[in-house]
């Protein structure tokens, strides 16, 4: 019976004693232990890959678009404008050409061949009335020198008049000072002669001398009147004279103020002619600078007289050409060794949202358009391609879309920036402004929030005031 069970469990070899299966080809297929731990550590790795990567360093940046630049204005483009109104007669350049500094662009013609002489006849014409204006002013000083020679001759004249005047009033004066005095001894001796002949016991004095004394006195009396007399037309005589005096001062100045008035009219009709020859000399001036040169070294951009007009007649101020003008150094590095101001930045315009984060001496990373870049923007020290800068200046004012511009320069630190052969002005860049460092949760966090990045307060410095300005002395 045994053996018979054990025959007939062996005619069925694919099922075993407990009931499983027997298949020996899926015992071949089984994965190997080794697999399968592998796998389970590779998807245990991807599930706690996020939340490892939530505590990785991750630095926050402000995104900026722009271009690069000069940072000197007269190296930035500039337009060649023409210096008459004509036409154009030969060009001696073509866009893409460079040129030297006083190198000839183009050569113009006026429209009127005669213009150039009618403007010489002109100019002569003008140069007569300036020689006829200034020899009036000559004229005029010359009379004003002999009114003056005559006025002081005459206040002389009158002066000298009026000394001898005084002098007579002055001798006239000691006369009646004289007759006074002989008056004043007249008196006494009368009226003493007159007591002695009249005195009761008589023969004192005899008629005679009363008579005597009495004339002596009248006359006395009259040379007192005369004198008097004379004084009084001596000091009206002065008076006169005084007034005479004055009259001829006033009388010539007055007459001189008038002809230095005329000469004043005179010299403003000078200054008048002087103007209008200035202007014919500049009008000459331009009409004979037919020749157009470079103001300084660069490459002609474009030429747009053709292009503005739609012909070859130009208008005095009209815009011929663009010249980009050559930065200054060989290469941008040779601009970092400048000690002014940098040779060639990049500009960027940022929301002004981002403004308060930005500081000058702010590092940044920049891509410009034609170098390859691979941009990592939270790991900057693994990025390929781009360029390292610094922000030197932050405008004070936003612009009509409410951007700020900053200008960043090449970071002496850094990878130097591509020659100015590769990077001309105008090429469009991208720009990170690099801030403080967190984690990548911290960033996720604020993200989803809409929280702007944050940084360092600022140390407040003496004088700016942070909040309301305060009085001396206030609280």
Do not use: C
């Not at 027997?22 to 706690?48: E, H, K, Q, V, Y």
């Not at 009646?176 to 002949?197: D, H, T, V």
């Not at 007649?313 to 290469?331: H, M, N, Q, T, Y």
């Not at 801030?435 to 410095?461: D, S």
């Amino acid at each position: 019976m045994g053996h018979a069970t054990s025959r007939m469990v062996s005619v069925r070899p694919g099922i075993l004693l407990d009931g499983r299966a027997n298949f020996p080809a899926m015992d071949l297929a089984t994965t190997p232990r080794l697999a399968t731990r592998l796998s389970r550590l590779l998807i245990a790795g991807i599930l706690l890959l996020p939340f490892a990567l939530l505590f990785v360093p991750w630095t926050q940046t402000v995104h900026g678009t722009g271009r690069a630049i000069a940072f000197n204005p007269v190296e930035r483009p500039q337009f060649i404008v023409s210096p008459i109104e004509g036409r154009i007669k030969k060009w001696y350049v073509a866009e893409g050409d460079r040129v030297q500094a006083g190198q000839r662009i183009l050569e113009m013609v006026d429209n009127d061949p005669n213009l150039e002489l009618r403007l010489l006849d002109e100019e002569r014409a003008i140069l007569d009335r300036l020689r006829a204006a200034e020899s009036r002013v000559r004229d005029i000083e010359a009379r004003i020198r002999n009114l003056q020679n005559s006025r002081d001759l005459a206040i002389s004249v009158q002066t000298s008049f009026l000394r001898q005047e005084e002098a007579r009033l002055m001798a006239f004066e000691q006369e009646l000072i004289e007759a006074n005095a002989s008056l004043e001894a007249a008196e006494p001796n009368y009226r003493r002669q007159k007591e002695l002949f009249e005195n009761q016991r008589g023969g004192l004095a005899s008629q005679r001398d009363v008579e005597l004394a009495l004339q002596a006195l009248q006359t006395a009396q009259a040379k007192v009147r005369a004198a008097q007399a004379r004084v009084n037309l001596a000091k009206a005589a002065v008076e006169a004279a005084r007034d005479l005096l004055n009259k001829v001062d006033a009388d010539t100045a007055a007459v001189i103020d008038l002809e230095r008035a005329v000469l004043r009219t005179a010299e403003a009709e000078v200054a008048a002619v002087r103007r209008d020859k200035a202007q014919i000399e500049v009008r000459i001036a331009r009409q004979r600078a037919q020749y157009v040169d470079a103001p300084t070294d660069g490459v002609i951009f474009r030429i747009l007289a053709n292009a503005e007009q739609g012909g070859i007649l130009v208008r005095a101020g009209e815009r011929l050409a663009v010249l980009v003008p050559d930065i200054k150094g060989s290469d941008v590095e040779a601009s970092l060794t400048k000690t002014d101001y940098p040779g060639i930045v990049t500009e960027l315009n940022i929301d002004g949202n981002d403004l308060p984060l930005i500081r000058k001496g702010d590092r940044v990373r920049l891509q410009f358009e034609g170098w390859p870049a691979v941009q990592f923007v939270g790991w900057p020290s693994v990025a390929v391609g781009t360029f390292g800068g610094r922000v030197y200046l932050v405008d004070p004012t936003a612009d009509e879309y409410g951007r700020f511009r900053i200008l960043v320069e090449p970071d002496p630190d850094d990878q130097p920036w591509p020659e100015q052969e590769y990077l001309r002005q105008g090429v469009r860049a991208q720009g990170w402004v690099l801030l403080r460092q967190v984690t990548v949760g911290w960033e996720l966090w604020r993200q989803l929030n809409g929280f702007p990045p944050t940084r360092e307060p600022e140390e407040k410095q003496p004088g700016r005031p942070l909040g309301p300005v305060q009085s001396k002395g206030g609280k």
